[in-house]
């Protein structure tokens, strides 16, 4: 089960997505930003590039900081990045079957192109 914590009142809960049992507070949907930071105040977060994942201490540092009013320092380009993720997936849905045509489609196209060249080429 993951652990996290309530962006607005520091409490722990159990998804960064779910409701809050002391506050009621659930990142709304298309709140891309309460969305970012619920996932990073959790342990279903894990940054592949720094290969890091908030510990329970850590979440238990935040909680405090929130709890106690003091304002969190978000690293704004992982918050970005989050944010633009979520966006991405929105607007142009799941990984689209289309896209990934289109990719297929253009990966073939240099070595067909290579192909019908060097055939040109042997024909003079
Ligand atoms: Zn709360």
């Known amino acids: 089960m993951a652990i996290a914590i309530c962006i607005k009142c520091g409490h722990h809960k159990s998804g960064p997505f779910g409701t809050c049992a002391n506050c009621g507070f659930?990142?709304?949907?298309?709140?891309?930003?309460?969305?970012?930071?619920?996932?990073?105040?959790?342990?279903?977060?894990?940054?592949?590039?720094?290969?890091?994942?908030?510990?329970?201490?850590d979440l238990d540092e935040y909680s405090q900081l929130i709890m106690s009013g003091t304002p969190i320092h978000w690293n704004d380009e992982v918050l970005k990045s989050l944010i633009?993720?979520?966006?991405?997936?929105?607007?142009?849905?799941?990984?689209?079957?289309?896209?990934?045509?289109?990719?297929?489609?253009?990966?073939?196209?240099?070595?067909?192109?290579?192909?019908?060249?060097?055939?040109?080429?042997?024909?003079e």
């Open 84 to 123: 633009e993720e979520q966006r991405c997936l929105n607007e142009h849905g799941s990984p689209s079957w289309l896209k990934i045509v289109v990719f297929v489609l253009l990966a073939l196209l240099i070595p067909i192109t290579a192909v019908l060249l060097s055939l040109t080429w042997i024909m």
């Open 26 to 57: 659930s990142p709304p949907r298309h709140d891309y930003e309460a969305n970012a930071k619920s996932l990073l105040l959790s342990t279903r977060y894990y940054d592949p590039i720094r290969d890091w994942r908030p510990s329970r201490a």
